[in-house]
């Protein structure tokens, strides 16, 4: 049932997005399900949720017996998203790419969770491997000014919106930020 509704979410109505919490239940329920890892795959592209895609395209393959064609397809798509990484990010592989996401995805986890020193470690370390992050320059900054940096904080936006001049959320913290005092 799950799966039909991803795929009648995903297709009828055009919303692979929505449809992901479907392909996602479908999975847990029965994991062997090759056609749900691979529409869960999909869906997760659409989303720009490359980790989550990749995962998903190795469960199709993994999942398949080979003759429903899965196989041939969810190399093909994890090929194509290869190969976008390759050429829109100055990682060397996918694999790096995607270990650089979840470092990302641990350093926001840590801002939300208001662990502002861990968090700053941990964009710095995305920053690492990844000097030209906008958005991690723009939430480095968020924990910067919560520990009462000011001067670091408007610094790491100044570097965001040399990177990337529309990026609204570090202009609009920015204004923010610059009304505070330093150690406040």
């Known amino acids: ?11 009828v109505q055009n919303d692979p ?9 479908a999975v847990r329920i029965f994991p062997p399900l090759a056609e749900a890892h691979f529409n869960l795959g999909g869906s997760y592209t659409k989303a720009a949720r490359v980790a989550e895609a990749v995962a998903a395209f190795r469960n199709a393959i993994r999942y398949s017996d ?14 194509d998203l290869e190969k976008m990484i390759l050429e829109t990010s100055p990682f060397p592989t996918l694999e790096a ?13 840590n ?4 662990r502002y020193e861990r968090a700053v470690e941990l964009f710095q370390e995305v920053l690492k491997q990844c000097p ?12 910067q000014a919560a520990l009462g940096h000011k001067a670091v904080a408007l610094a790491s936006l100044d ?12 202009r609009n913290n920015r204004e923010t930020i610059a009304s505070m005092n330093e150690g406040e």
């Not at 997005?17 to 996602?24: D, K, L, Q």
């Not at 080979?66 to 090929?79: C, S, T, W």
């Not at 995607?98 to 995805?105: A, R, S, V």
């Open 159 to 170: 570097k965001a919106l040399a990177l990337d001049p529309n990026y609204e959320p570090a």
């Open 66 to 79: 080979g003759a429903d064609g899965i196989v041939e397809m969810a190399r093909e798509r994890l090929r």
């Open 1 to 11: 049932t799950n799966y039909a509704m991803g795929v009648y979410v995903g297709m």
């Open 97 to 109: 790419y995607i270990e650089n996401q979840k470092l990302f995805d641990q350093a926001f986890e």
């Open 111 to 114: 801002l939300r969770m208001q």
């Open 132 to 143: 030209e992050h906008v958005q991690s320059y723009g939430n480095m900054a968020l924990a």
């Open 17 to 25: 997005v929505g449809a992901i919490p479907f392909f996602e239940k």
